[in-house]
């Protein structure tokens, strides 16, 4: 069954959290920040920053990491450029492969070029899963709560990870493998929370040893306890900024929320990305100032802010290694 995916939070300016703070503590705990979920551009989905500029934000701000993700493109060979010309920048360029039409699908040829070029993630289907496109079908105002593409595309054909009789398809498997080979993350995607359950668990049974789960919230429709076992199975989540910063278009959600999710999934297992680079949204920078802001009114420590926007993500990418 399909949930609703909750309503915009009307937001102004001045209900910025991080207006309360000085800048020079948020500056002090976003240094070494990591972002796993940035969405800068050329992309056909309307961006407000580029890649190049969006780690220049990123080095102004001392972050350490961004890894780029686009719904249609392997940003890999773009990360490798901009580590080979900005070095001076001092930021750690990374993408991955997204599993969608635009790359074939689940397709093992899409995953051992990105290997091959150095991508650090896979993610399963995300704007072509079924699951995706359900929730997108079932909801009117759906395109006012996801970006949508500059130009109309080609309708996509929906992709599962199951079969008919609910077992992994050969082919996630094969990928499967690829990916513990390569020991790099594997990010479930869109996919409903009833196939991720068999996804990660053949997944750890073939030596996939990074897992990752996007916005367990947000059209992946996992409830708190099913976060919880996501986390006893050695699962990262990831929870979206855009979904929780004033002026954001998806800020669909309340810092009572957020404190909920980080409880249910605990500070170890937590990750804050951005998901912002959208037309007409706060940057990434501005994303992680506002949540670093919102956690310190929910009375997390420093340490577990630090967690959560760095130390559990560079575990997960094995950066310290």
Not at 188 to 196: R, V
Not at 276 to 282: A, C, D, E, I, S
Request: proline share 5%; with cysteine; net charge negative.
């Amino acid at each position: 069954m399909v949930k609703n995916i909750p309503d915009r939070i009307p937001s102004t300016v001045d209900q910025s959290p991080a207006a309360k703070y000085d800048d020079a503590l948020l500056g002090s705990l976003l240094e070494g920040a990591i972002d796993l979920h940035c969405h800068s551009g050329p992309s056909v989905m309307p961006r407000s920053i580029d890649h190049i500029d969006v780690m220049k934000e990123g080095s102004a701000a001392k972050m350490r990491a961004i890894l780029i993700k686009d719904h249609y493109y392997s940003a890999t060979p773009v990360t490798e450029l901009l580590m080979s010309h900005f070095q001076d920048l001092n930021v750690q360029m990374f993408s991955g492969v997204p599993l969608n039409n635009s790359t074939g699908g689940i397709n093992r040829f899409a995953v051992d070029h990105g290997i091959k070029l150095g991508a650090k993630l896979v993610w399963m289907p995300t704007f072509s899963s079924r699951n995706h496109i359900v929730h997108h079908k079932s909801d009117k105002d759906f395109e006012k709560k996801f970006p949508t593409t500059k130009e109309k595309m080609l309708a996509p054909i929906e992709l599962v990870a199951l079969d008919d009789d609910g077992n992994l398809l050969d082919e996630v498997k094969f990928i499967l493998d690829m990916i513990a080979e390569a020991d790099i993350v594997l990010s479930a995607g869109h996919l409903h929370i009833t196939e991720i359950f068999p996804l990660l668990e053949e997944a750890k049974k073939r030596g996939v040893k990074k897992l990752l789960v996007n916005h367990p919230s947000y059209l992946i429709d996992a409830t708190e306890d099913e976060m919880r076992e996501l986390v006893r199975m050695g699962a990262y989540l990831e929870h979206s900024m855009c979904m929780f910063v004033p002026g954001s278009k998806f800020h669909f959600y309340t810092p009572e929320n957020l404190d909920n999710l980080i409880k249910a999934g605990t500070v170890d297992k937590t990750i804050l990305g951005s998901d912002l680079g959208q037309l007409g949204n706060p940057t990434p920078v501005e994303g992680f100032k506002n949540v670093i802001a919102t956690c310190l009114d929910l009375n997390y420590s420093h340490g577990d802010i630090k967690k959560m926007i760095s130390t559990n993500a560079a575990d997960l990418l094995g950066l310290d290694k």
